[in-house]
């Protein structure tokens, strides 16, 4: 099931949890930072636009922390670091079994590493001889400019964040001025959007790739059970040579049940449960195949597999290609003849 955003901040927070004891048990300074500290400085907790939580350490405790993974639990959570697959670009502590898709989905599918739930770890770094951090490191170009007087941390003070006391820098405002500039209600709304556009508490994004990327993985000698009765069948059977093991197809419109289309029968989806087994492959061929994973998994059936031409389009052998970069030999899919 798809959460709301009350759920996602909930893991947030357990994950600021364990970041903090972990801090207060190995003696690392950490500060609250970015959007987190002026949604403490504002609202004592989440900013009303907010969904993620953003904490700040001192490089010197930045790679300490980096260099330990195993003082977190590591069946329940993970710290990535850039150096790991996903190429991140500052340290995120994930939790494992869940789900959070920022990029656009095609480019989720191909992004490997570790994509569940997260807060970020920013690294302050120290410029030499002028008594001040920055952070080399953060997506945004003002952000990344933005120059922090070391004095503007130390000694921290503390402010609640939903319930939970956090370190605050010693200026507080003097940061988020330099960040946002005037930051006086409602500048940033209007430019705000979420972080995530999907997210699942309670599946992990290993199942979500798989299925999206994973059809053929394991396919040999496997009954193919195909749902969806429009042009896009058409495709996959002329893209893949594996008409010889497709026992039919399904489509909702009733019209179409007990004919033929491009040589495979169409069926009735009440007919499919009875059909799939541990010897079947059931995959979705259909531009609606959101709505007929819903209605498959209202089924009782998990078990599926979802087929995105522009997924399989871009790959020659290896190789991630756009299409108008594709020489005309190349040319050679049956939806671009």
């Not at 500060?31 to 350490?57: C, E, H, K, S």
């Not at 095609?106 to 410029?127: F, N, V, W």
């Amino acid at each position: 099931m798809v959460d709301n955003v009350s759920r996602l901040r909930k893991v947030e927070l357990e994950l600021l949890e364990v970041f903090i004891d972990v801090c207060e048990e190995h003696n690392l300074k950490w500060y609250a930072f970015l959007g987190t500290l002026l949604g403490i400085q504002r609202n004592g907790g989440f900013l009303p636009w907010d969904d993620d939580i953003d904490v700040a350490m001192p490089m010197m405790d930045y790679l300490n922390l980096c260099e330990h993974r195993e003082w977190f639990d590591t069946e329940k959570y993970l710290l990535q670091v850039p150096q790991d697959l996903g190429l991140c670009r500052f340290a995120k502590l994930r939790k494992n079994g869940t789900t959070a898709f920022r990029e656009e989905f095609l480019d989720c599918l191909k992004t490997e590493g570790h994509q569940g739930i997260s807060i970020d770890i920013i690294p302050l770094a120290e410029l030499p001889g002028m008594g001040a951090y920055h952070t080399p490191t953060l997506l945004n170009k003002e952000k990344k400019e933005a120059v922090y007087l070391k004095s503007w941390f130390e000694p921290a003070g503390t402010g609640m964040f939903e319930g939970m006391q956090m370190r605050i820098p010693a200026m507080p405002r003097k940061i988020l001025n330099e960040v946002y500039g005037e930051w006086a209600w409602p500048h940033g709304v209007r430019e705000s959007r979420p972080s995530c556009w999907f997210f699942d508490t309670e599946r992990g994004y290993e199942g979500y790739i798989r299925r999206y990327t994973g059809m053929l993985e394991g396919i040999e000698g496997k009954k193919i059970l195909l749902f969806g009765a429009a042009d896009s069948l058409r495709i996959w059977l002329e893209r893949f040579n594996l008409r010889g093991q497709v026992v039919c197809a399904f489509d909702n419109f009733s019209g179409k049940w007990g004919k033929e289309l491009y040589g495979v029968e169409i069926k009735n989806p009440a007919e499919l449960p009875a059909l799939a087994d541990k010897d079947s492959r059931v995959i979705i061929v259909s531009l609606w195949h959101q709505e007929i994973g819903r209605q498959l998994e209202g089924m009782g059936i998990d078990d599926y597999y979802v087929y995105i031409d522009e997924y399989y389009d871009e790959k020659i052998g290896n190789k991630v290609v756009r299409r108008e970069d594709l020489k005309d030999g190349d040319k050679k899919f049956a939806r671009w003849e």
